[in-house]
């Protein structure tokens, strides 16, 4: 099975992702592994881990062994040589004057290849110095120039934040930073409070970049005029952070949230209403107290407006059903006189005796006439 872990190579914290067959690495074990230099010496700084094939979509260089008692011996051996060769390299660009700074050399294992790593300003022609290097330490020469951002980050340290570097610890490739970042994120212009290790503009800057220019589209515009207490004012700032919004005129200066200057410029305007936990405890009323604080004139009328949803809704149901019956009740009564009363006549144009009162008769058992297009009675009994 395949696991991967991290190897650190220097003192600055930069973890590199190497893969092995080997589950009983440790943190802290010395291993073999080939880079891009060349054959090296790391130090695992994480326990094994086991490879998702699916995940990875790039190869791991494997680890090749741990490191044996003659690899740290050569390993000690190489540190203390590429001190030699710093001195060499110092001496032999100062007798050619050349504008170079050297920050690092670095022997590989097999001490096939030595690395000098220098900061300039400009491209520097270093044929001649290549030359001197080469007839002196007999092996292969590679100088590199990196800028001050790469410097920053194979030296290493704590930035304004009081974490380390960024460019030590996760930033692989570096982008460009410019000062519109700072001014989009309404930073104030000062180099030195804005810049990083590096001498350069922090990093950092770009993090929040994108998300300061989806916030500002929420704020007006600077010099935006708007009437406010009665007077007339302009936009003079505002703060994303704090939500604020400050305005400016000849007279005074006023400080209003978002939410009310869209009120001021749209009457229409309902802020979000942000729903917040409450403490029933905190809620509860003292029954015994009334609005005066005096005794005990209003519990009646609290215990009635607290009671229970449920007794609520029953006394709702229970009085609608009573006014319904009341109203069909009504509507029976109404259809037996107008019956009534149509008996009466046709038996007095007749000559027959009147029929007896329907009084007695319960409402919509043997009467089915409509009254207007509305329902009868016994469909109207049902409901």
Do not use: W
Request: hydrophobic share 30%; glycine share 6%; proline share 4%.
């Amino acid at each position: 099975m395949k696991y991967y872990v991290n190897v650190t190579f220097n003192d600055n914290g930069k973890k590199y992702f190497f893969s092995t067959d080997d589950e009983t690495l440790k943190i802290g074990d010395f291993v073999v592994v080939d880079t891009v230099i060349g054959r090296e010496i790391g130090t695992i700084s994480s326990v094994p881990l086991e490879i998702n094939v699916e995940e990875i979509k790039f190869e791991l260089k494997p680890i090749l062994r741990k490191a044996n008692d003659f690899d740290l011996r050569c390993r000690e051996e190489n540190i203390e040589d590429a001190k030699e060769a710093k001195i060499l390299f110092s001496k032999s660009v100062a007798n050619l004057k050349l504008e170079m700074d050297l920050i690092d050399a670095e022997y590989t294992l097999d001490r096939s290849k030595l690395l000098f790593t220098y900061i300039a300003n400009a491209r520097v022609d270093f044929r001649e110095l290549l030359r001197v290097l080469a007839s002196s330490l007999h092996c292969r020469i590679e100088l590199r120039q990196i800028n001050a951002r790469e410097r920053a980050q194979s030296i290493g340290g704590i930035g304004i934040c009081g974490l380390s570097l960024c460019c030590t610890t996760f930033l692989k490739e570096f982008e460009g930073v410019s000062l519109n970042k700072a001014k989009n994120q309404m930073l104030a212009i000062n180099i030195p409070k804005i810049s990083g290790q590096c001498g350069k503009l922090m990093c950092c800057l770009k993090f929040e970049d994108d998300d300061y220019t989806e916030e500002k589209k929420k704020y007006p515009h600077i010099g935006t005029p708007v009437k406010y207490n009665g007077n007339d004012f302009k936009v003079d700032g505002f703060n994303i952070l704090s939500q604020t919004i400050k305005l400016k005129n000849e007279d005074a200066i006023e400080i209003i949230t978002l939410d009310k200057f869209n009120e001021l410029i749209n009457p229409n305007y309902r802020p979000r209403q942000q729903t917040t936990p409450t403490n029933n405890y905190q809620n509860k009323q003292n029954p015994y107290n009334n609005n005066n604080g005096n005794g005990n004139g209003n519990f009646k009328q609290q215990n009635q407006q607290q009671k229970p949803n449920n007794y609520q809704q029953n006394n709702k149901q229970n009085n609608f059903d009573a006014n319904k019956k009341a109203h069909g009740d009504r509507k029976a009564n109404y259809f037996n006189n107008k019956h009534r009363n149509n008996n009466q006549n046709q038996n007095r144009s007749s000559g027959q005796n009147n029929n007896p009162p329907l009084n007695n008769q319960k409402p919509g058992n043997n009467y089915n006439h409509g009254f207007n297009g509305s329902p009868n009675i016994n469909k109207d009994k049902d409901k």
